[in-house]
Structures are given as structure tokens and as C-alpha cells.
């Protein structure tokens, strides 16, 4: 560590050194200026700038870590486990670049989905409460200090409510729907708090490689136990698993069609990344209780969760809150990759954290065209707008695809991994067949509710008195740009399969993996 | 080819499957211009014919290697390579597009069917998946056209709108993705979990892997994770899917998605598990009885079907299973004789269900009952029914007489005589719901009101099918050189 | 589990017992009450007792507070810090961030207790949810039967 210090203060460090920084300092910065230029035009490009920017950096950093190497930066020239240290390695990279290049992609979209939902005089402090969102999210995963995820966690939290509440200029649903986001969320995210206090108690650091130190050296006691269930559970809530998840269907019905786009591609998937981190990396998947609470806890859930949210999305008549509860079942997913402990189940977790995320992202920007053309998103406002709208529904086609698991799509290559790593586990414990069976039917859950909305799409007689036309460009070219990016990732994964196994392997290294910069001789 | 002009095989593989999208542009572009645009679809069939020609005379019936387009994950690609199966599969599915694209013009005009450029733009993305099924050299590209496919005929079943045509397609949807996610993508995954590899490897890539009761359980999950193929109880969305417009039942329900399934499911049994493995271990004794059983409960049903389209449909489920029969014998003789099923069943399935749309086009009749002495009146269509029923049985001198005859000698191979039974009697039913068909259009008096002077379907409606008909006269002579031609499939 | 009748144990705990006394307080407040400020309240309750956890934590046997003593002219008097152990700081200025955070989401919450007053007119949480449900059924008869089932 020592040895970091030296280094950060006598290497002269160029910008490059500086992304992990800039990464949250660039949306953090562009939220008060604003504010401060309070001008609603302005708005806009600023946000949008800002997001292309980070999107930008998180490419450049991506690139410096997926050979399995990562970048350290001290905050301030402190060093480590004094100091804040923001660490990237390649499972954080990767989130970062779905986060930042959700962000960046939902912005034109935005412009004028927004327009349509949102008061006009709220514009400006919208687009500000949106760069705090990504200020959060992105820290969030950026930092390898326990406490900062918590202040970034509520930087993002509490932008969110507010973002949410922002739906009520077209149905006033929307501000229960943030309250109750809020009171589930704050309970989360103290007891994440209480969880990092027992660590701090246990360890007397807040450094998430220092601490993954220290708890392999003094192994596991009733403090580090507690802890691990204070955050598991905490962050649970945010990652809506279930039975936790009661805050997100309405969230995401009732919340601007942006804004659902946003949360439902970023938010849990940021939150997600916190329990991969502090199950794999912080504790040891070596401790018995980890592994425990992955296959007694996590698996069990995470199947009924399939299942259950799968069978309510069929029975849904609204689109947002159909795809709402397919998020709840994909969550289901990433977390059962996650409980197979084994290397094929967590790089299907983690490639599904993409692909689900640029699915629903897709799918919610389909949701929200619907919205904006027909003042709804209930089934029977949508009838036949696949001829009105051919070029909303087909993408919104190819999202529907890609969430059945259909070849040719990016949801596909994650389920082959996850039914595959069910697979491989099944030579060991014949239990796993049952596993793999759950997972392929309740895959065809999804096509159930999937192929309803398609129909309602394409099928049924449009309403005579429509008067929706295809909706702007601002809005198509986002969608068919991630349409392409579905179809492009669900042929040629070279990439994205590269770095989530690096992500992986980095993450079942467990504390290794974790080992301050200069016992490995990572890069600085 | 003419001159020096020469295209290496990858090249036309690549462009038999392009220009079907070629077309479905066409299609969109020329959505406004009937004429150009039918007309433009036709040459691009005929290329794409053309370009299947140019492989099979580049290649002959050899084994190529497997040319990689995409690398997925590691060991795993999206691959073709030319094999004597897949090149007949291709031959089939592009050579009938175009018989059946002159067929779809005249019908859809006669029938005044909407939305022409939506059905034949389907109808292109489907026949591309066809060919890319047929030179897929792994499962796992097979299986990303195989849903393609699916995907891409959702909308030609549904093509009328109505609730009973919706209703089909969400029979057929759900029992074709269905099976196909819940069993074969497990049995995929499995497979490539145990073995490594998915790619088609002649005398199979699981021999030595697996052993004992996983074997007959994972070849059930291909078996019926392969809904195209119609194995009893999934075969369901064959009667369902005959909602949509005759070109449709004719090229996709006859030859293209049925045949598909069990193309997929020679190539399972042939290149994953491989004959010797199969007849080894004896796991695929079960799928013989269920094949069997098929064949038999299927012809009876086909029996009490008084809609002519629904008794093709059943007729069909019965005769697919011949190849699946085929297939579960694990013999030479069987594999030969469930493959050259493949082109026989195609080319007389085809020519009835034509037929059968030619009749609708003309006098709007569906039913059976409704066909008395109608004989008189199409005698050019009947005429054609009535050799392609024949085929459908068996008898010589046409093409489907011979994989009967192969399948018999398979089963004596096998020592299986229950078996020979079995197609002896399905042959009878063919007899019993077959000709009586044509003896009615023919021999019994005609309804009042029926036209008994000759008064014949459109031009371009009767003429695919008389030339199908044909065909399946053509087929019983050049019966040596289909055998010859997929020799490679049985050696080692 | 014989050390929890120990009487010196529990004493040297108590401030733990207080910690969860205060906690399930908040979190039953938050549950039970329907009035919307209330669950606020609960809420606050909730985090303060996470709060005095925390300060607790840093609390040394003996500590004084974490000041370096030092003389008019801002140096160091070592001879002073010799024997002086201290509090540990760090779980304080840890709380501190957690109470501007804190009370950023109970201003937040109050906003939308307001907005949510003005339009639902109420801000008991039972008549939201009976109006919401009404909304819900209004909803669903306007738009419900679109699919007419799953047949």
C-alpha cells in the first residue's frame, strides 16, 4: 500500500488517470449547473453531453480492464485503506458501460417523452434529479469503499423518488407509488448501513479490499455474520428481490416513460453489482454461510420469483406493468446465476444483467412511444397499432423476443449460459435437473405474456378513431439502436462473453481478488 | 456454369440464403406494383434455385467442412457446411418456392387474399431460414433458424385476422415455441454440457459421453422438443396452422416447417447420437413404438375428417412419422428410407394441398362432403389429386413407393415385423381416406347446382399442381440416384 | 446463551439493547400507523437509532475526544499525547453524512406528503388506497377486458 501511495504521488498523472473520478465527477457537476443556468432549453443538451461523456470514459476504462488487470484511483492522493479508493476491474467496467450507455441512449428519448409527461416548469430540475440518478448509479459500482456505496445509493435513491413522483402530471398514482419507493428504500438502505456499521465494528475499515482482508484472516463470527445479513437483505430491497420487490411494479407503472426505462435497465442492475460484490468479493464465497444463503436463500427465491411474477405479467392489461413484473422474474435469473457458484453461472448472471438491461430498456422506450401516441399504456389503447406504428412495434418485437430467450437475440446467450450452468451443477446434485426444468419453463411463461402483447399489437382491429401515427424520431432512432444492439449481441458475444467471464473469475477469486494494487502489480 | 464464371460453395450458400431477403425487400419496396412485384420475387426464387444448383454441383454429395460466419461463445458458432441431407432439404425447399410462388400469385389473386407484399415478405424469411436450416452444420444454428422459422410463419397463419385464424396461431405458437424452448433448447444445452460440441459429426458426438438412462430421456427431449415433426402429442398446430392461405399449407405445412422438423430430427439422430450409438444402446426402441403409433392413430383421425385441408393435415402428421420411424430404426435401411420419405412425402403432399386450394379458389368448398362430382368439372385438378393420393399410399410407379419399401426392409433388418404391420396397414388407411375423395369428384352424381361442363381454377392455380404431379412420377425413376446420392449418410 | 442472564454483560450491552428498542419502535411505527407524517416519524425514529449505533461504536473505554492538543503558536504538544487514548472519529463523520442524507429524505417524504394532499385530498394511507383501488377498478373496466381472456 505503500507502495500505491508512492506512486500516486510521484507519478505527474495525465486525464487518463483521472476517469475513475471524472466518471461521477462529469454527471455530478452537471446537475447544479442546471440548476444554475435554469434555463429549460439548456437543460437538455447539458444532461445529454454529460452522459455522452461518461459513456465515453466508461468505454476508455472497460477497454483498460477486461484483460482481468484494474485501475486504482485514490482520492485526494490518500492512500488506501485510509483514503477512498474508486476501483474498476472488469466486473464493475462492465455495469458502468450499461449504466452510462443506458443513460446516454435514454436522453434523446427523453426529450420528448418527457415534453409530453412531465409539467413544463419542472423540466430543468428534472433533467438535474436525472444526473444525480446517474451520479449515483455510477458511483455506486465506481467506488471500492463501503460507505461511499451507501452515499451514492441515496444520492441515486432519493433522485429517483423524485423522478417517480414526476409521473404525476398524468396520473397521481405516481406520488404514492414514490412515497412508498421511498419509505421501502430508506428502510433498505439503513439497514445496509447498520450491516456496514457491524462490518466496521468487526474489522475497523470501510476500504472493500482491506475489509475482504480482514475478514478471510479473521474468518467469520457472529458480528461479520450479522452484518452480511443486514446488507443482503438491505440491498435486496433495492434489487426488488423477492418477496422485496413490492415497491417496483407500481414504480415503474406509474413513473414517466423515461424514467421507467432508466430505472429498469440501470437502477437494480447497479444494486445488483453491490450484492455480487459484497457476496463474492467482501465475504468469501468460502464461508459457509455465504455459500448457504446463495443456495438455501437465493436459489429457492429467485425460482418462485420466476415463476410468480412471470404468471402475474400474463394476467397484466397495462404494458409498463406487465414489463414491470418480467423484470421482477429477470431479476429472478441473474440471482439464481448468481447461486450457482460456479464460473458458467456467473458469467450467465452477469451477461444477463446486460442483456436484460438493454432489453428492457428496448422494451420500456416501446412502452413509452405507445404512451405518448395514445395517452396510455393499457392494452386496449394499443390495439392495433402495429400498422400505425410498424416501426415502434417492431422493435418492440425484437425486445419481446430477446426476453422469451429467442436465438438470434442477446436474451438468448444468457439463458443457454444459465441453463447450461444448471447443467453442469446437475452432474454433482440431480436437484439442478429440477433447476434447469424451472428455468426453461418458466421461460415459456414469458412467451405467454410476451406474445399477448404482441397480439394486442398486431392482431387486434385498431380503434377507428385512432389518430396515432408512428411516433419521432428522437425516439425511434434510440430504440432501433439498442434494437440493433440486441441482435448484434445475441450473435457475436465475443466481447461481452469475454468480459463477463473475466468478471467472473475475477469476482469466485473471491477476497483474492480484491488484493490491493500493489501486491498484485495490478495497473495504477 | 456458363464460361469461367464460377462461385465458390460458401458464396452460394450465403446467397440462397440472402436473396430470399432480397426479395422480402422487393416485397416491401414494390409493395404498390403487383405485377413487379411478384414478378421480381420469381427470379429471385429461380436464383435462389440457382445458387442450390451451383453447390450441389460444386460439392456433389460430399461432406464439406464447417465454415464459421460467427463465433457466439467459445465452441460454439453460428456454421454451414454442405452434407448430402441438408443439400436434398435445400433442393426441395427452393425448388418447390418457385412452383409454389406462381401457385401463391394465381391464388391470392383469385382469392382476393389482403395484404399481398406482408404474406410473400414472410413468406421469403421463412424459405431463407429453410435453407439455413438445411446447411446448418451445428445444432445450435440450426436451432437459431429452426425459431426463426417459427417466428417468421407466425404471421402467414394469421394472416386472415379473423378470431378463428388467431386462434390457430396461438395454437401453433405456443406448441412450436413451446416444445422447442422447454425440451430441445434442454436437450441442446445438455448436449453440449456432456459433450463439449455441437457440431454434426458423422457417427455421432455422444457416443462414450453418456451412458444408461440419460440417453433415451435426452433423445425424448430432441424427440419431442422438434414440434415441427409432429410426434404425437405435440402434433397439434399441424390441423391448427391449416387456417391460413393454401401456398402457406402447401410449401410451409407440407414441405418447408414439417419437413424442417424432421430434417432436424434425422440430423439429431444421424449426427448427434449417431445410428451404431442408437442401435447400441437401443434408447430410441421407445420412439420407434411412438412413431408407430402415430402413424396409425393419425391415418384413423385423417378418416373422420370431413375438412380436406384438416384430412392433408392428419395425413401429414401419419406421414412424417414414417421418417421419425425411420430415423428411431437406427439402421441403414431406415435412415435411407426415412430421408428419401423427405422428398417423396414433399413433392406428393404438395401437388394435393395445391389441389385442395385450387378447389377453394374455384368453388369455395372445404369440405369433403361438399366435393360430389365436382370431378367433371376440374378434371385437370382431380386428375392431379389423384396421383398424388397414390403417391401419398405408395403404389408404383410413383416416388412415394419407395421409402415404404426401404422401411420394410429396414424392418425386417430389425427383426421388427410388428412394424411391417403397421405400414402395411397405414397404408390401407392411406387407401381408405384418400381415394375416396376423388371416387366422389369422379364417380357420384353431382348436387344441383354443381357445374358439370369443364370449368377449371385459374391457369396459374391448376398448372403448379400438374406439374408436381408430375414430378412425383418423375421421381420414382431418378429413385437410384436420390439413394446413391445419400449414401455418405450411412457410412462411417 | 448463559452470558445474556449474566447481569455484567447485559449492563455492558445496554446501549445495544437500546439501539434495537429504538429501532423496532421506529420500524412498528412506520408499519401500523396509516397517517403518512407518522411513518415519516417512524422512519426518523428508524435512522436514529442507526445513528447512535454508529456513535456508539466509536466510543473508547477511557476516550476523550479525538482533539490534538495543541498551544497558541499550532504546534503539536507530544508531551501531552503521551497516555491519551480517543474516541474513534471516523463513525462519527461517517453519521454525519448519514444525517444530511437523512434529512434530505424526510424533506423529500414531507414534499410528497403535500403533493399527495393536494391531490388525493387525504393523508391517511387507508382512504389513498380505497381511492386508489377505485381508481384501479375504474381502470380496469374502461380498459380490462381487452383480451377477452386467454382462450
Known sequence: MAVTAHVAETTARTLADHLPILLVLVP???APLIVLFGSRRLAWPLAFIASLAAFVIAFLLLLTVREGNFVSYTLGGWAPPLGIEYRVDAANAFVLLLISGIGAITLPFAYVSVKDEVRKRDHTLFYAAWMLCLTGLLGMVVTGDAFNVFVFLEISSLSTYVLVAQGAARDRRALTAAYDYLIMGTIGATFFVIGLGMLYMATGTLNLADLADRIADQGANRTVRSGFAFIIVGMGLKVAMFPLHLWLPKAYTFAPSAVSVLLSATATKAAIYVVLRFTFSVYNPNFSFTTNTLEIIFAPLAIIAMFSASFVAVFQTNFKRMLAYSSIAQVGYILLGIAFLSETGLTAAILHIFNHGITKALLFMGAGALVLRTGGSFYTQAAGLGRKMPITCGAFVIGGLSLIGVPGTAGFLSKFLLVQAALEKAADNAMYL???????????LSVVYVWRAIEVLFLQEPDPNSTATEAPLMMLIPMWILAAAVIWFGFSTDFLYDTANQAALGLLDGSKGMLPAAILGGAQ | MIGSFQLDTMTAIYSAMLLPMVAMA??????????????????IATLTFGAILIVLSNEGNGITEAVSLFNVFPGIDVAFNVEPLGLLFALIGSGLWIITHIYGIGYMRGNNEKHHARFFGFFCIAISSVIGIAFASNMFTLFLFYEILTISTYPLVAHKGTPEAIRGARIYMSILIGTSIAFQLTAIIWTYVLSGTLDFTQGGILEGKVAGWIVPVLLGLYAFGIGKAALMPFHKWLPAAMVAPTPVSALLHAVAVVKAGVFTMMKVGVYVFGIDFLAQTGASEWLMWLAAYTIIAASVVALFQDNLKKRLAYSTISQLSYITLGMAMATSMGVLGGSMQIAMHAMGKITLFMCAGAIYVKYHKTEVSQMQGLGRAM??????FLIGSLSIIGLPPLGGSWPKFLLMVGAFETDQLILIGVLILSSLLNVAYMLPIVGRAFFLPAPEGTPTKFAEAPFLVWLPPAMTALGTIALFFFAGNILEFLNPLIQK | MSQFLNFQFLAGHAHYLLFILLMMTGLFIVVDKTNLVKKIVGLNIFQVSVFMFYVSIGKVNGGTAPIFPMDAKYHVDKEAMIGVAYSNPLPHVL????????????????????????SFDTIDEEDILSIELQMTYDDNRKYGDAMGGLS
Open chain 3, 95 to 118: 453519521i454525519l453524512t448519514a444525517i444530511v442524507v437523512g434529512i434530505a429524505t424526510t424533506s423529500l417524504g414531507l414534499a410528497l406528503i403535500v403533493r399527495i394532499r393536494e
Open chain 2, 379 to 384: 378434371p385437370i385438378t382431380f386428375g392431379a
Open chain 1, 434 to 444: 429440477a433447476v434447469a426444468v424451472a428455468i426453461v419453463l418458466s421461460s415459456l
Open chain 1, 28 to 30: 455530478f457537476c452537471t
Open chain 2, 26 to 43: 422487393g416485397n416491401m419496396a414494390f409493395a404498390n406494383l403487383p405485377n413487379i412485384r411478384d414478378i421480381f420475387t420469381l427470379i
